[in-house]
T-cell receptor
Framework: DADVTQTPRNRITKTGKRIMLECSQTKGHDRMYWYRQDPGLGLRLIYYSFDVKDINKGEISDGYSVSRQAQAKFSLSLESAIPNQTALYFC????????????FGEGSRLTVL | RKEVEQDPGPFNVPEGATVAFNCTYSNSASQSFFWYRQDCRKEPKLLMSVYSSGNEDGRFTAQLNRASQYISLLIRDSKLSDSATYLCAVDRAQGGKLIFGQGTELSVKP
């Protein structure tokens, strides 16, 4: 089983719908992240959380919200999806130690029509 | 201007070639630097960290130039399996907020 699991892996939805992407990790890490990836733009940070009571905006948080339900769970919501939110979304986690290595989920591909 | 920028791609090279990627960062407070590799439609995975003194891992060499605020990745003796997108990443505080460049696509041809 993957250490970082994202659901759903693929989703097609319509403009205006509410969407939630879920992420869970079994690595025991405190720090969790949501990124989106678009062709030519690389990975852009949406939100990150250093522990259950800590939520921080990233580079592109407008139109998104997050919830850290437990140390192992971090969900991303689009309250009213729009077409330019069509992208590949990655959840990631790290221990915060010096290596700085992020462990990513396999990604959730979202298409907003 | 993006906080982290990379050489535009794609890079198309023959097997056995040496190829170098650069990545510039704008925040002088950045403390940690990394290269990630991403295969098509897969999640990024850490290739190597970049240390102040430079570091090598087999055919891969990473260097940091703090004065000019860039990091580089050199791949020697390219293999077909090196074909991927290479992403640089910069962190202002260790384990904190990792910012990625847009990625450089490498295609190694027979």
């Amino acid at each position: 089983d993957a250490d970082v699991t994202q659901t759903p892996r693929n989703r097609i939805t319509k403009t205006g719908k509410r969407i939630m992407l879920e992420c869970s990790q079994t690595k025991g890490h405190d720090r969790m992240y949501w990124y989106r990836q678009d062709p030519g733009l690389g990975l852009r940070l949406i939100y990150y959380s250093f522990d259950v009571k800590d939520i921080n905006k990233g580079e592109i948080s407008d139109g998104y919200s997050v919830s850290r339900q437990a140390q192992a769970k971090f969900s991303l919501s689009l309250e009213s999806a729009i077409p330019n939110q069509t992208a590949l979304y990655f959840c990631a986690t790290t221990s915060g130690h010096a290596t700085g290595e992020l462990f990513f989920g396999e990604g959730s591909r979202l298409t907003v029509l | 201007r993006k906080e982290v920028e990379q050489d535009p791609g794609p890079f198309n090279v023959p097997e056995g070639a040496t190829v170098a990627f650069n990545c510039t960062y704008s925040n002088s407070a950045s403390q940690s630097f990394f290269w990630y590799r991403q295969d098509c439609r897969k999640e990024p995975k850490l290739l190597m960290s970049v240390y102040s003194s430079g570091n090598e891992d087999g055919r891969f060499t990473a260097q940091l130039n703090r004065a000019s605020q860039y990091i580089s990745l050199l791949i020697r003796d390219s293999k077909l399996s090196d074909s991927a997108t290479y992403l640089c990443a910069v962190d202002r505080a260790q384990g904190g907020k990792l910012i990625f460049g847009q990625g450089t696509e490498l295609s190694v041809k027979p």
